[in-house]
């Protein structure tokens, strides 16, 4: 599917990456207690005994996050294990109070899966699969905070025992291109399904980097992970790094070390971690305060039963449904806020126009995908509040039936956007109407021609050019409000 490939000294070299994506659970409570998971709230005051590691405190599994994650391998149509179980990853570390993490290593929830993913907007049937090997669920730790003091470094308890779901891909990407289709897609499903909320920027969802590289077709090479990378733009900016970084290595001589790293989005490098990743002994043991979790047959059915239409499917519904191109299905569907925007508009459209959904889908679709940005990126101080389903479907009708032009509805969309005014009463008001009236327009145009007749000898002579002179000469008469493709069929008549 890419043909990325790094040009060495001795020739190309081929890239080979994994990622373990770390997704954060949605849920309003930890793993394994009753504690709050907000974000954003005040250092350590989303600590219950269990996330601090009293003594005698016990875990409870939370059934809401075994759900969720459930949902999700479900979603990657992946294997789901009615038997699993927790173990106890054994580390030291000053935001770790319990001193092990429980996590899942022999017996994951999930097993394999896959995702399929394009980088053809155009053709987003052409798909690469790839694997995803099993996603466990697990504790994250707490948070070292080290700009807070001069000399010593403070621990935020508040994300210690929040639920993770640990995403494992096969090595089965070979280019940062890939990986970034990759992360995108399965963002949006963990939005579609709603078990994570997919905010990078907050921590909920991040990724750890696996790259290695070799000559084309050869032995898999020694891999360097570097962690915690929280957008798709940094993941592919480490690939590309990393990757140019391990081929000078080798060809200089040297030797790519096993080791984890760390990612500076200011200079776009990596540096060393920690090296010997295998080396350290985790001790792994079934955590002997958990019972293994069994799933029966009823929970896994609701489990299904709740998931909803996933990206693929909807974008293949819309294509064959609502007669879109597979760009705009694609785009469409790419995004949960996107397609959901698109559905209330749409169904709102149609109702107002008392037409079926796929009469209008195209041009709901253009307004939503680009249009409407459009218009409000260059709305300074937009209202949110004013942009609403039932305002925008106005504007669609009005566009729909030829009360306006598509000048004028951005016109309107603007004034919407500033003021909240309803979008029928400002195209009354403000003389923001097409004019369709044959008879009129077709005074305009007599009088154009006449004032052009010079022009119109030549356009007749075969200067067919000179049409959106025209046109442009009669809608500047009519004010813009006259009707284009009236304005058109008349001026062709009548210079035909």
């Known amino acids: 599917m890419s043909n990325y490939t790094i040009q060495g000294a001795t020739g190309e070299w081929e890239v080979v990456i994994g990622l373990e994506v770390h997704a954060q659970v949605t849920s309003n409570a930890k793993l394994f207690s009753g504690a709050a998971t907000a974000f954003g709230a005040e250092p350590n005051t989303q600590v219950s005994l269990v996330d601090a590691a009293m003594p005698g405190m016990l875990p409870v599994p939370n059934r809401e996050c075994i759900r969720q994650a459930v949902r999700t391998g479900m979603a990657i149509d992946a294997q789901i294990n009615k038997w699993s179980r927790f173990d106890r990853k054994n580390y030291f570390y000053a935001d770790l109070p319990q001193g092990y993490q429980i996590s899942q290593l022999y017996h994951p929830l999930v097993g394999e899966g896959h995702l399929d993913i394009s980088l053809d907007d155009k053709n987003p049937d052409a798909v690469k699969r790839i694997g995803v090997e099993r996603i466990h669920v697990e504790q994250d730790a707490g948070k070292l905070m080290h700009d807070q003091h001069p000399t010593m470094s403070y621990v935020d308890l508040n994300r210690s025992g929040v639920a993770l779901m640990e995403i494992v891909s096969k ?33 909920s ?15 898999l090479g020694t891999r360097t992970e570097t962690k915690n990378v929280n957008s798709v733009r940094f993941v592919m900016q480490v690939i590309e790094y990393e990757a140019n970084r391990q081929v000078d290595v080798i060809e200089n001589g040297g030797a790519v070390n096993q080791e984890t790293r760390l990612f500076d989005p200011d200079t776009g490098t990596t540096r060393t971690m920690r090296s010997k990743e295998d080396a350290h002994d985790y001790r792994y043991f079934p955590d002997p305060d958990l019972l293994p979790l069994e799933l029966d047959d009823a929970f896994l059915d609701a489990c299904r039963a709740s998931l909803p239409e996933l990206p693929d499917a909807k974008r293949l519904r819309y294509e064959n449904e609502l007669g879109m191109t597979a760009y ?39 307004w939503v995908l680009s249009v409407a940005p459009g218009v409000k990126n260059a709305v300074p101080d937009v209202d949110e509040a004013n942009d609403t389903t039932g305002a925008n479907a106005g504007i669609l009708a009005l566009l729909a039936s030829d009360t306006v032009s598509g000048g004028q509805a951005k016109e309107i969309y603007e004034i919407v956007l500033k003021t909240g ?76």
């Open 171 to 203: 090595p089965d990407m070979r280019s940062p291109a890939e990986a970034g289709a990759y992360v995108r897609k399965l963002r949006a499903i963990l939005r579609y399904v709603g078990s994570c909320d997919g905010n990078m920027e907050e921590g």
């Open 421 to 496: 005014r309803e979008p029928e009463e400002i195209a009354e008001t403000e003389g923001l109407k097409q004019n369709s009236d044959t008879g009129a327009i077709e005074a305009v145009v007599d009088e154009v021609l006449a004032n052009n007749a010079e022009k119109v000898a030549e356009y007749r002579g075969g200067k067919d050019k000179l049409f959106g002179f025209f046109v442009g000469q009669t809608m500047k008469a009519m004010k813009g409000q006259g009707n284009p493709a009236v304005v058109n069929e008349i001026l062709k008549a009548k210079l035909g």
């Open 205 to 219: 969802m991040r990724a750890d980097v696996n790259v290695s590289v070799r000559k084309p077709g050869g032995e």
């Open 328 to 366: 705009n299905a694609g785009q469409l569907t790419m995004d949960v806020d996107v397609y959901k925007r698109f559905e209330d508009i749409l169904a709102a459209t149609a109702i107002k126009l008392d037409k079926p959904e796929k009469a209008v889908a195209t041009q709901v679709a253009n």
